[in-house]
T-cell receptor, first 114, second 113 residues
Framework: DAGVTQSPTHLIKTRGQQVTLRCSPK?????VSWYQQALGQGPQFIFQ???????QRGNFPDRFSGHQFPNYSSELNVNALLLGDSALYLC?????????????FGQGTRLTVV | QQQVKQSPQSLIVQKGGISIINCAYE??????FPWYQQFPGKGPALLIA?????SEKKEGRFTISFNKSAKQFSLHIMDSQPGDSATYFC????????????FGTGTRLLVSP
């Protein structure tokens, strides 16, 4: 079992550009959540996808958008990148959307905006 | 108030000692409290979790103590080992039908040999 896999592992983008991050959930999982982890901070919830729809969203602007595919994999898109978007982006998968289901995290994508 | 406050920010413990990390919350709607362990370059991994109807939960060397009236919970690592050196996050989630984890700011634990 490969667990949650994210790609790419590292990425450098220029301010104003757009970026797409990818996530494959753990085998058998149908729910994907995205988190942003700034350096030295705890992860912050961006949004959650289930049945190819955004089910819940954290306090992030519309520049952050996502998608879930029929095979449960997911993408996170960030438009008009700002320097403050530099962070580790984590994908978490779970079986179902229950508030107390175990969330398995990937190793993250380190995004640097210059 | 959807915050979880975590302390200390960093902790140094000798091998064999007890590591204690504390968290506090305000929102009584929080109903699930997991602890995550994160090694450098890795994503967080679930260690142990507790519901507010339980005052203590133990798994191996890891114990969560929960004080519902004080709205505080803590992680105790018994017989701390150098391999436990990592960053630990407490988190909380409300029973809204969907999981949205609210994380603390993390505690960097160093267990000296």
């Amino acid at each position: 079992d490969a667990g949650v896999t994210q790609s790419p592992t590292h990425l450098i983008k220029t301010r104003g550009q757009q970026v797409t991050l990818r996530c494959s959930p753990k085998s058998g999982h149908d729910t994907v959540s995205w988190y942003q982890q700034a350096l030295g901070q705890g992860p912050q919830f961006i949004f959650q996808y289930y049945e190819e729809e955004e089910r819940q969203r954290g306090n992030f602007p519309d520049r952050f958008s996502g998608h879930q595919f029929p095979n449960y994999s997911s993408e996170l898109n960030v438009n008009a990148l700002l320097l403050g978007d530099s962070a580790l982006y984590l994908c978490a998968s779970s079986l179902g959307t229950g508030y107390n289901t175990e969330a398995f995290f990937g190793q993250g994508t380190r995004l640097t905006v210059v | 108030q959807q915050q979880v406050k975590q302390s200390p920010q960093s902790l140094i413990v000798q091998k064999g000692g007890i590591s204690i990390i504390n968290c506090a919350y305000e929102n009584t709607a929080f109903d699930y409290f997991p602890w995550y362990q994160q090694f450098p370059g890795k994503g967080p991994a679930l260690l142990i979790a507790i519901r507010p109807d339980v005052s203590e939960k133990k798994e191996g060397r890891f114990t969560i103590s929960f004080n519902k009236s004080a709205k505080q919970f803590s992680l105790h690592i018994m017989d701390s080992q150098p391999g436990d050196s990592a960053t630990y996050f407490c988190a909380a989630s409300m029973n809204t039908g969907f999981q949205k984890l609210v994380f603390g700011t993390g505690t960097r634990l160093l267990v000296s040999p």
